[in-house]
């Protein structure tokens, strides 16, 4: 069972360019969590998502930063006219459909934007 | 969520038991104990889990006291792979729109 695929691994902006993270789930998950984590700080929460649904989106940036779950495909965190302060490793996190009683998450190995 | 209290840092000598602590005096009746660590510049891994009960998997041991304002994460034989910022998190399971939301942890430094 393949674990919390997340593309591109690396990807370089220039300021004021578009950026696209995507993050599919293990397989049978439908919650998906979006983390930032800028240079030599912790985790930040940014969103909580099920399928076509944004459940939490209360760490979200109010300006440029989007995310969906559509019924199918990946996940998609989208940053416009990004900025160097975007310059971070994103991370997504997904969740059972029927979770257990232990509520953990499965994290994926994270995009790593770079704003020129 | 309640809030944690975790040390800063810690060091450890390679194959040494390392104990990690973990104040969260606030915690309520429904709320368990979770454990996540992440290696630099990887993702986040789960540990452990516990209510009240000490907990035991293949990579640690959890030992939650009587009035659950504590819990301490053991690793046993500690490696240099061990070597990470771990968190300390309690949280509801499961509990409709929530997530995880990680403090600054314990960076733990084993050394040989």
């Known amino acids: 069972n393949a674990g919390v695929m997340q593309n591109p691994r690396h990807l370089v902006r220039r300021r004021g360019q578009e950026a696209r993270l995507r993050c599919s789930p293990m397989k049978g998950h439908s919650h998906v969590y979006w983390y930032r984590q800028l240079p030599e700080e912790g985790l930040k929460f940014m969103v909580y998502l099920q399928k076509e649904n944004i459940i939490d989106e209360s760490g979200m940036p109010k300006e440029r930063f989007s995310a969906e779950f559509p019924k199918e495909g990946p996940s998609i965190l989208r940053i416009q006219q990004v900025v160097r302060g975007d310059s971070a490793a994103y991370f997504c996190a997904s969740s059972p459909v029927n979770p257990t009683n232990t509520g953990e998450l499965f994290f994926g190995e994270g995009s790593r934007l770079t704003v020129l | 969520d309640a809030k944690t209290t975790q040390p800063p840092s810690m060091d450890c000598a390679e194959g040494r038991a390392a104990n990690l602590p973990c104040n969260h005096s606030t915690i309520s009746g429904n709320e368990y104990v979770y454990w996540y660590r992440q290696i630099h510049s990887q993702g986040p891994q789960y540990i452990i889990h516990?209510?009240?009960n000490n907990e035991t998997n293949e990579m640690a041991s959890l030992i939650i006291t009587e009035d659950r304002k504590s819990s301490t994460l053991i690793l046993p034989h500690a490696t240099l792979r061990d070597t990470a910022v771990y968190y300390c998190?309690?949280?509801?399971?499961?509990?409709?729109?929530?997530?995880?939301?990680f403090g600054k942890g314990t960076t733990l430094s084993v050394s040989s």
């Open positions: 998190i309690v949280r509801v399971p499961n509990q409709a729109g929530t997530a995880l939301i």
């Open positions: 516990g209510l009240k």
